[in-house]
């Protein structure tokens, strides 16, 4: 059983993410999301509506193995060993990517020799994108139709009315 973690912060989750694991889905039996809790970033969203608003637009992709969703913070490589998984998918957008990932890759890899980091290229379409500029676009009342699912829109929406 080919078992992968994908972590990050989800906040929330685009449609490049989307792209990632729905790749992912063809390469391993089972995926893991994981919720980062403590993320130095200041959220919009608390982990508990970040891994709901996940679960939802989960549901309207086609997967082609299990996908699930856990809030989990600590060392990744700790999670992977409490589920016998062996790999870490990362999604690569650019070179910009590259320096940060190659060192948390490496990182976890000194951590936990059995682990390997997957890094997968989402359609280039998505690869100008991030939660920060769709929370941004969205702040502004832009359309933001391309870059998440219309159920992850209503929820952005519904959070910038109630602030
Ligand atoms: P983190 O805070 O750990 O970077 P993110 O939620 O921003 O968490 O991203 C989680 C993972 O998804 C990272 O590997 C990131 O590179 C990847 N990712 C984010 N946006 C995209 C995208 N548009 N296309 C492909 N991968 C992406």
Redesign the pocket.
């Known amino acids: 059983m080919k078992i992968a973690v994908?972590?990050?912060?989800?906040?929330p989750i685009?449609?490049?993410?989307l792209?990632?694991i729905e790749r992912g889905s063809r390469l391993f039996d089972q995926i893991i999301i994981t919720i980062?809790k403590n993320?130095s970033?200041k959220p919009l969203f608390t982990p508990a509506e970040r891994k709901k608003i996940i679960e939802r637009a989960l549901e309207d992709i086609k997967l082609h193995s299990p996908v699930t969703v856990e809030m989990f913070d600590g060392l990744i490589v700790d999670f992977l060993k409490e589920r016998n998984a062996r790999a870490i998918?990362?999604?690569?957008?650019a070179v910009s990517?590259f320096e940060y990932?190659f060192q948390m890759a490496l990182v976890n890899r000194r951590l936990n020799g059995d682990v390997s980091t997957v890094f997968?290229?989402?359609h280039e379409k998505?690869?100008?994108?991030?939660?920060s500029i769709v929370k941004e676009v969205a702040s502004f009342g832009g359309d933001i139709s391309y870059f998440v699912p219309k159920t992850v829109q209503d929820e952005i929406r519904k959070k910038f009315d109630s602030m």
């Open positions: 994908y972590p990050g912060s989800f906040d685009t449609n490049g993410h792209d990632i980062a993320s970033k998918i990362r999604g690569l957008r990517d990932e997968l290229m989402p998505y690869t100008y994108l991030n939660s």
